[in-house]
């Protein structure tokens, strides 16, 4: 382990302490204390109830889960940007979380036939429509076996446009109009609905994930340098391709299932840690995890304090800062980092 590595495993301990510690209902002892009872298994002053009941089961599972969204959408992100050795790429551009979000709307609102919606979960509805998104991205983009970055992307942004459409219509159609609210707040990315049953979907398929990548490093680092030099190297390019696919659709699936839509983390992530790692899969893979987790918790901590008492998506903070981001990426042009 790098100190690196060391420094931001620390740095993300810090900032989950931080982030259950800040509000005016609790001060930063008492969080201290509840976090120290619960974490020694009752060792210590028992805290007080309520402030036990916002700590334990408001604030730490929701930033507990900020590090399993964050972490996997920028592993995803990188392992995208790689599939398609483009610096543009990720889960929220190719359409991915799109047509999740449009999956898990069908599914929640009831509009798909009971036999199927019983047969389904939310994770699974929204895998689905994930995975039926980038395989209609990758299908157009791809011509004889090549892959065209700009038919990409192009895509990609056709299809995202369908699915937040889809997912528009199917919750407006919505006959009840108590969910109306809550689906469209889902919809624009939000944590606030976490609990710890909801973090363990994503923490199984995050996990799973992470797994799978480090263990395809050394093909993705072969990848990196096209398709003809990875077969060269003994890479078997099309498999892993499939494996990245499907991967990306369940990691992305299964954290808009619980978190909603949220965009840019694996555009923005990626970059800053190939700046001081490199582009060794082996490094950039666990530094994502990890930058991607503090940068999400941070930006569900600007939320926070932008509306105090109200709940702003951090899907739209971290639009504010993926947007301008993405423009510069277009503007210098950079069509490769390999």
């Known amino acids: 382990m790098n100190r690196w590595t060391v420094g931001l495993l620390a740095l993300a301990l810090v900032s989950v302490i931080f982030s259950v510690s800040i509000g005016r209902e609790v001060s930063f002892p008492e969080a201290l204390s509840v976090l120290r009872y619960h974490a020694v298994f009752g060792y210590g002053t028992i805290p007080d109830p309520i402030a036990d009941r916002i700590v334990w089961q408001l604030r730490l ?111 407006l ?32 398929a995050v996990s799973i994930g992470l797994a799978v990548l480090l263990a395809l490093a050394r093909p993705l ?49 990626p970059h800053a840690v190939r700046s001081f790692t490199g582009v060794t899969h082996r490094k950039v893979l666990p530094a994502s995890f990890i930058v991607g987790a503090i940068f999400l918790l941070w930006a569900d901590l600007a939320a926070r304090a932008l509306l105090p008492g109200a709940q702003l998506p951090v899907g739209i903070v971290t639009a504010l800062c993926g947007v301008p981001f993405f423009l510069i990426l277009l503007r210098r042009n950079r069509q490769g980092f390999g």
């Open 173 to 204: 159609s919505s006959p009840d109009p108590d969910k109306l609210r809550s689906v469209l707040f889902w919809l624009l990315g939000s944590l606030h609905l976490a609990t710890w049953n909801v973090l363990i979907w994503p923490a199984i």
């Open 61 to 171: 599972p929701r930033a507990l889960l900020a590090l399993i969204v964050g972490g996997g959408l920028g592993i995803i992100g990188a392992a995208m940007q790689t599939l398609v050795r483009n610096p543009l790429a990720e889960p929220y551009i190719l359409g991915i979380s799109s047509g999740a979000t449009a999956g898990a709307s069908l599914f929640y609102l009831g509009f798909l036939p009971p036999l199927i919606s019983k047969a389904l979960t939310m994770p699974i509805a929204a895998f689905a429509g994930g995975l039926c998104a980038i395989l209609i991205v990758y299908s157009v983009a791809g011509s004889r076996g090549h892959l065209s970055v700009a038919r990409l992307l192009l895509a990609g942004v056709a299809v995202a446009s369908l699915m937040g459409a889809l997912a528009s219509f199917i919750t």
């Open 221 to 269: 680092d072969g990848m990196l340098t096209g398709d003809e030099s990875a077969h060269s190297l003994g890479v078997p390019v099309e498999s892993v391709k499939r494996i990245l696919i499907v991967l990306a659709s369940l990691v992305t699936g299964s954290i808009v299932a619980a978190s909603g839509a949220i965009g840019f983390v694996g555009l923005i992530v």
